[in-house]
T-cell receptor
Framework: NAGVIQTPRHKVTGKGQEATLWCEPI?????VFWYRQTIVQGLEFLTY????????DSGMPKERFSAQMPNQSHSTLKIQSTQPQDSAVYLC?????????????FGEGSKLTVL | DAKTTQPDSMESTEGETVHLPCSHA???????IYWYRQVPLQGPEYVTH???QNTTNSMAFLAIASDRKSSTLILPHVSLRDAAVYHC?????????????FGKGTLLTVTP
């Protein structure tokens, strides 16, 4: 079991550029989550997929952030026109499903730095 | 989700048994108590969870008060690898309760 795999581990972008982060959930897990972590705000929920369908994106900043899950083996988080305040560690997590949704398996995160 | 209260930090020495407290005075009947821990440069790691009965696994023992208004995560014989931020989180049962709301947690320091 390789765990949740996130790439890249580190990404540096210039202000206004686009950043795409990838997540490979644990095989067989039907729930996928994206969180964002900063020193100031801590861990914040961004979005949730169940069986590849978007269920809740209430934590996603509007307009520039989007997440997709085109197949059961990967999800992407795309940030357009990145801003310095987008600098954070973006964490992907997966779980078996609703009954076990509280037991999340997190990846090591993708650290985004916007200059 | 109901709120939890944890001490900001605790210190311990290798080999000791550590008791990490969590207060959740307004917990609802269907809310589970989850514990996660996080070390720098890694994502949070699930430790344990419980509803009413005490639980134990290879990582820790979770003691839940009879009125469920508090719980204690007990780490036996801590090592340097147990140094982390420990989060106590409440989560309701049911498919709509999928969010985990992380607070600041307790920073556990372990010295040799």
């Amino acid at each position: 079991n390789a765990g949740v795999i996130q790439t890249p581990r580190h990404k540096v972008t210039g202000k206004g550029q686009e950043a795409t982060l990838w997540c490979e959930p644990i095989s067989g897990h039907s729930a996928v989550f994206w969180y964002r972590q900063t020193i100031v705000q801590g861990l914040e929920f961004l979005t949730y997929f169940r069986n590849q369908a978007p269920i809740d994106d209430s934590g996603m900043p509007k307009e520039r952030f989007s997440a997709q899950m085109p197949n059961q083996s990967h999800s992407t988080l795309k940030i357009q026109s990145t801003q310095p305040q987008d600098s954070a560690v973006y964490l992907c997590a997966s779980s078996l499903g609703d009954r076990n949704t509280g037991q999340l398996y997190f990846g090591e995160g993708s650290k985004l730095t916007v200059l | 989700d109901a709120k939890t209260t944890q001490p900001d930090s605790m210190e311990s020495t290798e080999g000791e048994t550590v008791h990490l407290p969590c207060s959740h005075a307004t917990i609802s009947g269907n809310e589970y108590i989850y514990w996660y821990r996080q070390v720098p440069l890694q994502g949070p790691e699930y430790v344990t969870h419980g509803l009413q009965q005490n639980t134990t696994n290879s990582m820790a023992f979770l003691a839940i008060a009879s009125d469920r208004k508090s719980s204690t995560l007990i780490l036996p014989h801590v090592s340097l690898r147990d140094a982390a931020v420990y989060h106590c989180i409440l989560r309701g049962s049911g498919g709509s309760n999928y969010k985990l709301t992380f607070g600041k947690g307790t920073l556990l320091t372990v010295t040799p």
